[in-house]
Structures are given as C-alpha cells and as structure tokens.
C-alpha cells in the first residue's frame, strides 16, 4: 500500500483538526465516529437518557447583579461559575462583585485576561528616544523590559568595551529598577556595548545580549510602549507560573494608566498592553486611568492555578493479510499522534506530542525528512494547505521536532528533551560541537551556585542518530553582507553562525562571536543564502608593530540531506563540570560521530582557575580520533570553495591560556597581561583545527599586555611563536607606546620583529625582518579625524622589506553621513580604503566603499596581472510605510580573476493585510584560467489576508552556469507555491493549493525531475443542520520523480494524472449514515525512467452505509466499482467493517476488503485486498 505525500501530510495535520474542532474525518475503511448522542437534539434518541431522567430540580431565580456598592467584606467560601457567559452555579455575593467588575471593566475598554501556564519569559533593554549612534560623554536613557519582574528582585545596566585591552571588559555598572529607567552618561572606552542583567534573591541572573552603542538600534521598538520582544541570550532565574494580560483602549491624551502597581504607556490610539507572569495564587489586579477627564480604579479577581493541563491524541493500527495474485503476505499499518502540554504543581513543565503519519508500524517513528522534491517544497511553505475541512482550524507548533515524537520535562532551567537541539557542547575551546540534532538531550545544574552566577555542579548530554550530514563553511569577510552557502536544501532550523578573528598566519582562533537568527542575519533555506545585518569586513584592523592583522571569517555550521544516499550513524556527547569553590573549575567533554564507515572522536579534561570575572587561568588536554572534521573555505562570499580536509588519524592537544587584570594582581594601574600555550600532534582534529602530515606536530605560544603608565601613556607588547616539525615557524615580537599629547592629539610609536620560514614559500618569505612604525592621530573638530603613519625595515634578513607610508582620516558629514578613508604606498604596492556610509532613525542605510590590499591572496588563486581591488556598494532604503528595498553589489579584480555578487531586495506592503517580498542575487566569476560561470538566484513571496480571503505565494529560482575549477556548471532549480482559503460563508468553505518543483541537477543536492501538484478543495458543513456533509476535492498531479512505496529509495510509478473526487454523507437518523464517493482519473503512467507513458484513466465509485449504536457497536460496508478505461475492465470491491467500542475511548475493528484497491485513484499499487485488524483509540 502506497501513500503520496498529500494523505501523509493530511495525516499529519489530522491531529491539529480535532484539537480545534473536535470533529474527526476518518478514512473509508474505518467505522464513523459521530457519536449521536452529543448532537443538539431537542429530543434525546433512545439508549441516550442520563441516569438522571426524570428526576426535578428547583433552582431559584437569582438576585439583580447589576453595580451596587461593594460590601464590607465577602463571607464563607462562596464562588460563581459561569461558562461562555452563562451563570450555572453562583454564590450571589461573589457572583455581585464579578459581575460588577466586569461591568466597569467594560465601560472602560479594559480587558484582563488570564492566559494561562507555560509562557515564555521575556527580558529586553531599550534605548529610549529617537535612535541615534552614542559615545563617551554622551547622557543615554535605557528602559528595562521584562514581564517577570515577580520573580526579580534587583536589575543592573553593565557597560562592556569590546576593545579594551585584553579583550572585553565591564567598565561600568549602573543600578536600574526592573521595567523602570535609567539615565546615564556614557563611560569612556573604545567600542562600549550595553548589558541588562536581573537577579533573583539567591543571586542567579538572567541577561540580555550587548547591544552596540556606536550604531543605531534598527529594531522596531516603540519608545516607552510594551513590545513583547525578548533579546535574553543567558537564563538562570527559574520561573514558573502564569500569565495575567491587561489591555485597554481609548484612553484620552493626558491620562496616566496604572496596573499592578505599574505605570503603563499608551500608543499614539490611546491603547495600552502589558502582561506579567506571577506565581500560583489568588491576585487581585488593580487597573487605573486617571487624570484628562477620566477617573476608573478597578480591581479583578484573578486566580493563577499551580497546575494546568491541555491534551488529545489518537491511535490507529491496522494488521492485516494481502491477497497478491494469489500470494497471502501480511502488513501492518499504523498511526500516532497527541499533543499534551502542562505544568505540574511541583513545577515541572511538561510538553510532548507524536504524530508519525501513516506507515508500516516499525516505520513509525523514523525521521520524516524524505529527500524527494515534495520535501523542498515544505521547506518553503511549511504552513502548507491542504483540501479544506470547513472547520477553520489552524495548527500551532509548540513541539520543535524533526522526527515523529517530541518531550520535553522542564523545571527550573533543567530538562530532558527528545526533539529537535542545539549540541551547546561549551566550556572548553578544543571540544566544541555546533550542530543542531534530533534526539535525547538533558541538562542539570545545580540550584547553588558561584559568586559570577555559575552552577556550582553542571551535567550535559545528548544523543542522536542524525539522518543529515554536516556542513561547515568558512568565509573571509568580504565588506559586504551577502554570502552564499556551498550547498542548497538546508534543512530547516540547523544553521549556526559565528564571526571569528583568526591569526591568518597559523590559523589560530582568537575569538569567536555567536550570531541570532532574525537579528544579526536572514537565511534562506532552500537556496542556501545568509545575508548579514552589517557588512563584515575583512580584517580587524592594523598592527601598530608590524604583521598582518587579524583576520574576520564567517563560519556557518549546518545541517543537510544528502539527495541519492542514506546516512546512517550516532552523534553523541555530553559535558560535567563543577566548581570546587568560588575560583576552581573542573570539567570533562566528549563527542562522538560515528558514521558506519569512519567515527570520529573527540574527548577532553580542562581545569580553570578564575580570581575575578576578567582574571582567569584555563588548562585543557584533548585526544581526537578518526578521520577529522572538514570544511570549506571561500574568499568571495562563495562563489568558489576550496575544500579543506580532516586530519586522518588520533591526535592530542593541549591548550593553556591565562589573563589577569592589573588590578587583581595588586598592581595599582590599568591593564591586562594575557598568555598563552597550545600544543598539537599530527592528527589532531576539531572543528576549527585540522593537524596534518602537512605542517606535522604543531606548537603555539604567546604573551601580551598593555599597561596605562600614567593617565597620557599606554605602553603594550606582544610576542607569538608558532613551530611545527616539518621545520617552519613564525615568531613575531613588537612593543608599543601610545601617548596623549594633547586632547586632540595622540602619537604612538612601535617596534616589530619577524622571523619565519615556509618550506614551500619564496626565498622573500622566508627570513626576519625589523621594522619600526610611528602613527599620528589628531581630532580636528567634533566632526573631523585625521591621520598618518609610517612604517620603516631597519634590518632584514631574507625576508623582503615592508616599508610603508599613508595618511587617512575621517569626516562626519551629518548626523547621518561619515566618510573614511585611507591611502597608502610601500614596498607590496599601493594600498588604500574608502568608505561612505549613511544611517538615520527611520531604518535606511547606504555605504560605498573601495579596498586594495597589498599583498593580499584569494583561495585558490594565484595573482596574474595587477590587483586592482574591490568595490562593495550597497543600503536599505525606506521608501514609505509601505515599501522597504535593499540592494548590494561586490565587484573584485584580483589580476584576471574578476569576481561579481549583487544582491537585490525589496519588501512592499500596501496595506496591513497584503505584504510581497523580492529578493535577487547574482553572482558572476571570470579567469583566464579554469573558471568562468554565473549564478542567478530569485526568491519572490507574497502574501494577503483579511476575514474571508488568504492568499500565499512562493517562487525560489536558481540557475548555474559555466565552469569552475575546471568542472562544467549547469543546474537549474524552480520551486513555486501557491495557497489560497476562500470563506464563501458560515457554511461553506473553498481551498486552492499549488505546488511545482522543477529541477536539473546532478543530484547532489536534489533530485532530478520534475513534480507538480494542484489541488483545488470544497467543503460544505451546515452548522445549524449538519445532517449533509460534502468534501469536494479537483487535483492534477505530475510526478516525474518517481512514487516512492514503503520507504523504498529506488524511483518508482511516474505518473501524469487529473484526479476529481466528491465525498458526501447523510444522517437519516441518529443510527444510520449512507455515504458515497464519486472519482475520476485521467492519467499517463510509466513504470521507469526508460519506459514510454501509456494511458490509464479509471472511474471510482463508492457508496457505503453505516450503522452506530451509542457505545456499543460501529458497523460499515462499503461497495467499490474501479473501472479501467482503456483495457475496459471493471472490479468489484467489498470493504466491510465491524467495530466494538471497548470504552469511551477505545474500539476494536475486523473487516475485509475484497477489492485489491484503495480509494485514492493516484495509489497505483493494486495491493489493498485482504482480512485487517484496526483498533483506534482517542482521548
């Protein structure tokens, strides 16, 4: 028996529809489950009465509610139970005092609303006032977010110089009261990001990610208005309750609103909305508008429960015996599905759902992530709509789940989980895993914890039987913000990004920044592009005594399904660390990837000593094994690859690294002394290093600092040393003094020493060099910068000389426009930077600029001709409320290699209901060599809205091109999806559904073929009288891919097919049900690839009659006519059906169908007939 991917998907949905409705279609083989006794009958039907008939209960008429005033005090225990308005049981005290609430509450336009257990907590910083960049001196006004302040007892504002010396460090702290404001002056430093942090009374705190003060905060914040955004990238402070909505409108300017003891602002209408999570008890929420004319003090009476539980589920399994020409063979079918989701009184929070759609029952929970283009398609539009059921039911995800089964048992910050996780292997630099699984993760930490907010104990381990591999790609920054992954077909929701700072000599990491989804960069899935919220720059800056900067890389870890192979293999790992005391850390990590051929292995122990939060020592050893982590290296935004390979083989590194503070060493100055040491054996491999026979056993080491001499003079040094055994090295050494002549002017002053060699280097690469560098650096006004350095070879040795010469500056046009630019010349060239850049409050952005690096190299490319540089242009631009564009475009010329990447965007939204998206990138790369192609990706969306009408649409396009590295270029990819709900009335319902998928590939991402699918669904369902009900379905289906049967790999039927079905059912009373179904196929199938389309058009008719006694017994008999056109043959099928309901919850069913096909005219399998076993179960 074969399902397409439609009926699996609408088994699939099948669960969300009887959560919203409580209404269940079932198949044709399986008994009705309208239960006649729950119908709105004037009249019960016999075998329906309560055991209760006839019995007379007196009910007095109740008192008039309408506001009286409050009594002094409300005795006993009383209470009032209303449901959808209606008074059913009441105490009338309690009942007068609701009722007189709600009365107010409503003359006011004010809603409170309990919103039950479970939500999440949020917590935000805001910058108040019009956007604007700030710096040192400038006064800066912050707003506390959050709608947990219940469980809060104190909050801070931390400021943090991201290029202090030494690393980042906190310069500043400023107390703020939780959801309250704060007024500040901005410290001194060099790049200052700001911090909130609240703290629970034992200590543990929560806080938000750095926002950047030297940029414009771009988030669509309303000043002083509630926004409901969370920015919190660190959680410790356990909370557990519910939450409690107040919202109102029309409130007159000048009047001030007042709940829970809070001030609340009102938008530019006068509306207002907060919400707060509180702990279980009884509250009474106090609401007040005062002033302008208006006066309204309310109290509600609210209840938080300490437990609260919502469920529903079903089980369907069938066994049954298939007579095959002859042959008896038996199958099994089955189906899982429930969702449940609450919180204990002990606090445990506990989510779970199954819904393994329709398969063989040892398939049921296997990973439902078939490589077959429908797949892609749901990529793109996973809300996909299918045949309407009229009931306008929609479905919500709580469960992130890649597989059939997701559960997740919570409390205070520890959990157990099966679904969809992010590996999160941390505290260590050598073990680390990026990869985002499906499977078993848990976490524990202790509930005491260290001075710095630790747990003083910490447990983390997963598991997992990946059916993708893994993918890393490593990009050097470009100047610009569009970066193409090397491959397409993500699988949704894998990607993690990061930013580096990598020594481009050894490759050695030197800091690693996490990126957010939604905030630091967009992704599309299904072409493989991240285009980043900022441009990313190439390098860090220049090195006052000599060498190169560090180097800026995106490194993009993500998951994908291969397209004509299985994966099949484990991932697991986990992490223990405790700390002994408030300065004492130990901790131990390992990670394993098997993957049935090769297993990777990664295991290490680490032990850190940390005297205060920016003093620290760390030690760690490590021992790899197997056949290393890959990865791919691009130097223009991916438009070519270079592949880098694992280290083969076992390998151990050790790593030490410390940094003290100035301060915590008793050293009465400012500054920071930082070293460190790191060995590595050939073979060696983790996710960022790879140790091959190439370079041998490696050694690094290192010390650094910079020391305030006096409040004028900053003195720094550095030496690195790295080593390895087939003979190379790389020392360098430099010092450094800054002084501050004027406050205008500051001079500095240093000293380099390099000494390297390289096996495989010129005879000018190898040998030492001596250079000293002075710069000059002078303010002219609040608005102008200028600049000029010098560097100059005192002594060389082999090594050729870097001397160099430039002037630069910088020039604040506006309050939106500044300039830079830079220019110099020397012994590797001309070189020069300039940069034109545009921001302002209402979110638009321009930036031009040209760079030409000396000296510099592209992967995999060796210079020939002249280096003419590279061009990176781009912005955003609001046009109005309505219409947003964007656009960017790289131009690079590295001698005859020409690179071009241009991307182009554009948002338009006319009116609140109707939003579109287009979006257009371009990529193009010459030589003279082996690589000449383009690349042409289009991704178009659009979507409108409103009571009655929704329509939703997708294009993603992309072709390539050519040549590269020598290999032919020529894949065309086209996924389109177009969905559409129509509400003809209260009764009747109508469905559009598009979907086509058109590839020519050479199936390493995807498959090769051609899919389309167009469905077209009608639903009448009377509310008043639903005795008739009609399902109406048109569907033209393409498959040229092949229908997959059981799981199986190979291609199968290929079909073209036009398929018309109605479905109907009528109740004569409340025991009987007649039904019918009536379809139509025109259709061209060819078994394989090789094969010619032959016709095979069919009529299907059905006409069934059920019989249901109330708890007792469902009986079906259905009689099926399949009639073949062109052989002119008809068959005869009987389905029969008999179910006992073991309880109100559970039936057991044998029946027998006598024909050999199923009711879906696009199953072409012929192999349904035969003797079946199915019990169903709901609840």
Known sequence: MSFDP???????????????????????????????????????????EPLSAGEVTTITTGENTEPVSLPASISGAGFSLTINGQTLVSDRTVESIARQADIKLADADIRVSFDGLGHDPRLDLEISGTPRIYGPGDRIQLQSALNYPAYVSRGEIRFIDRAAPGGPKTIMTAPITPNGQANVTVPEGRDIYVVHRVYDEKGRYDETAPLRLAALDQRPLADGVEDGSDNTIRRRIPVHGGAVTISGSGVVPGATVTAMGERVATDGSGGFVIQRILPPGDYGIDVKVNGAGQSTAIVRDVEVPSSQWIYVGTADLTYGIRNDDGDRSTYDRGRLAFFADGRTATGFRITASADTGEDEVSELFHRLNKKDPQSVLDQIDPDDLYPTYGDDSTIEDRTPTSGAIFLRVERDGNYLQWGDFDAELGGSDLVRNDRNLYGFSGYWGSPDQTSFGEPKAALLAYGAKPDQLPQRDVFLGTGGSVYFLDRQELTNGTENLFIQLRDPDTGRVIETTPLVVGRDYQINYVQGIVTLTEPLQSGSGTRLGGGDSAEVVLVAQYEYTPAISDVDGYAYGGRAEAWLNDQWRVGVSGMVEQTGVDDQSLVGVDLMYRLSENSYVKAEVAKSDGPGFGSNFSSNGGLVFDSIDGARGSGTATKIDASFELADLG???????SAYFE????????LDTQV??????????????QIAASEAVDLSFAYDSYENEVGEFDKSAAIAAKVAVTERLTVAAGLG??????????????????????????ELNDRATIYGFGRSTITRDGLEADDRIGLGGSYRFSDNWTATGEVSDGDKGVGGRLLASYSDEAGNTFYLGYELEPGREVAGRTLSGQDRGQVVSGGRRVVNEQVTVFGEGTYDVFGDYRSLTQSYGLTFEPVDAWSSTVAIEVGQVKDDFDSDFERRAISLGTRYANEDLTVAGRVEMRRDEGINSGNPLDTDTLFLTLDSSYKIDERQRLVFSFEHAKTKTDESDVLDGTFTELTLGYAFRPIDNDKLNVLARYRYLEDLYG???????????????????????????????LGGKLGYRLSETSATETDPFVSNDAWLAIANARYHLPHEWDVLLEMRKLATVQSDSSELGVLAAAYKHVNKNVQVGVGYNFGSFSDDLTDLTRDDEGLFLNVVASF
């Open 667 to 673: 050293i009465a100055r400012d500054g920071n002394i």
């Open 753 to 778: 020493y390099e000494d390297k060699k390289d096996i495989s280097g010129s005879e000018t690469e190898n040998g030492n060099r001596t250079t000293i560098s002075a710069r000059a650096h002078y």
């Open 1043 to 1073: 229908q997959r049967v059981d799981d199986d790999d190979e291609d199968g039927i290929r079909q073209r097919s036009h398929v018309l079905s109605v479905d109907a059912s009528y109740d004569l009373n409340p025991s009987w049900t």
């Open 679 to 686: 060995e590595r054996s050939e073979g060696f491999s983790s």
């Open 6 to 48: 439609v009926v699996r998907r609408l088994c699939t949905s099948g669960i969300a529809i009887a959560a919203s409705s409580g209404l269940w279609l079932m198949p044709s083989n399986t008994a009705a489950q309208t239960d006649p006794c729950v119908a709105p009958y004037a009249t019960l039907p016999a075998g329906c």
């Open 692 to 705: 091959t026979d190439t370079t041998g056993n490696e050694t690094f080491w290192g010390i650094a600092g």
